[in-house]
């Protein structure tokens, strides 16, 4: 299914401000030829960068991490639109900080599911960092959370959801017919001590084993 006629001529006049930026372009418009032109990934990539600047207290892993939302996000579009499959179901978690909450959801939901979902997490207002007691309370079960970062959300990964999970976002996330809804109920995770924090680890596990649960025993 094509959602845009293929122009790799691209946006006139456009400046990316770094290089790595067009590459990613180029790369992005070959890897989803035949689904979008060169026009929407460029303006996908320029918007994850920017988007990601604004919280960037670093700049080390901005090119690590714009490739990684870019990506993301086009894949979440072309899932959305009808052109790409993923064949399980998926799942977004959303909380304001996507620092803390949300984070343990979606990698404890990934690990226990054994890659029977897919799983997306997000901000309403993103941090610049993931909050260090939660890396260490997965840690400790061994869950590793050093390549995740916060990220905004976007209306394209909650069109692309089957269930959406919220935690405390407020009214920030949009809603679409055809959409599974949760809201569940958690502390914010934000300045507690580590005894606290391995408190709503364990809430959020029994939380996301339910939501497997109920997962496979919904009608394909």
Not at 54 to 74: M, Y
Not at 100 to 129: K, N
Not at 196 to 205: E, K, L, N
Request: aromatic share 6%.
């Amino acid at each position: 299914m094509t959602l845009d006629v293929d122009d790799r001529r691209g946006l006139p006049g456009l400046s990316y401000p770094e290089e790595y930026l067009r590459r990613l372009a180029d790369e992005l418009t070959e890897k989803f030829t035949g689904i979008f032109n060169r026009e929407t990934v460029e303006r996908y990539v320029l918007e994850s960068y920017t988007a990601l600047l604004r919280t960037a207290s670093v700049k080390a892993h901005l090119a690590t991490r714009t490739i990684h939302f870019a990506t993301e996000r086009l894949t979440a579009l072309a899932q959305a639109k009808g052109a790409l499959n993923v064949g399980v179901p998926e799942v977004l978690f959303v909380c304001e900080q996507n620092a803390g909450r949300s984070q343990m959801a979606a990698v404890l939901t990934e690990h226990l599911s054994g890659g029977r979902v897919h799983v997306r997490s997000a901000g309403s207002a993103p941090a610049d960092q993931l909050n260090p007691a939660v890396v260490e309370a997965m840690s400790e079960i061994g869950l590793d959370l050093s390549r995740e970062f916060p990220k905004p959300l976007t209306d394209d990964v909650v069109q692309a959801a089957d269930v959406v999970v919220t935690m405390g976002c407020g009214d920030a996330c949009p809603i679409y017919p055809g959409k599974r809804y949760q809201d569940w109920e958690l502390t914010d995770p934000a300045d507690l001590p580590i005894d606290q924090v391995r408190q709503i680890r364990d809430t959020i596990t029994e939380h996301v084993r339910a939501l497997l649960t109920s997962l496979e025993a919904a009608p394909a």
